[in-house]
């Protein structure tokens, strides 16, 4: 496992502080989800473990591939906003030819758990944030 310095250390808490300031528009959530990959980049440099490796990758193409991102903004914002009804599957834009653009970069097969997973907690986080933004207001 790879070591890190005190200074790699507060980069890492600048960069996570930088997490606490969303913006829920489509290019605002996107440039929040690149932060989030930068600081699972740090991370996942911390482990010998390749899971988290694949599931940044997963992440990694839900942010940079134009085409899946639209379909993840669709999904996340409908999340965060407390509608009732969530579009999923082709209604939200997830086609086949979407899914099979965002394969792993190994030969690895998209999982789609690990896909849901990850939209999961990434609603989460940005819950906790918005309800600690509103408590503050």
Avoid: C
């Amino acid at each position: 496992m790879p070591r890190f310095r005190l200074l790699d250390l507060l980069r890492f808490l600048r960069q996570a502080k930088g997490l606490l300031d969303i913006d829920m528009s489509e290019e605002g959530l996107r440039e929040w989800l690149r932060k989030l990959v930068t600081l699972g980049e740090f991370l996942t440099d911390l482990t010998g473990t390749e899971w988290d490796d694949d599931a940044l990758a997963v992440l990694k193409e839900m942010v940079e591939s134009d085409e899946v991102y639209s379909a993840v903004y669709r999904i996340v914002s409908q999340l965060i906003s407390d509608d009732s009804e969530v579009l999923v599957g082709e209604s939200a834009g997830i086609t086949e030819r979407r899914v099979q653009a965002a394969m792993l970069p190994s030969d690895k097969p998209a999982n789609p758990v690990l896909w849901i997973t990850i939209i999961s907690a990434v609603v989460k986080i940005i819950a906790v944030i918005l309800e600690r933004r509103r408590e503050k207001n």
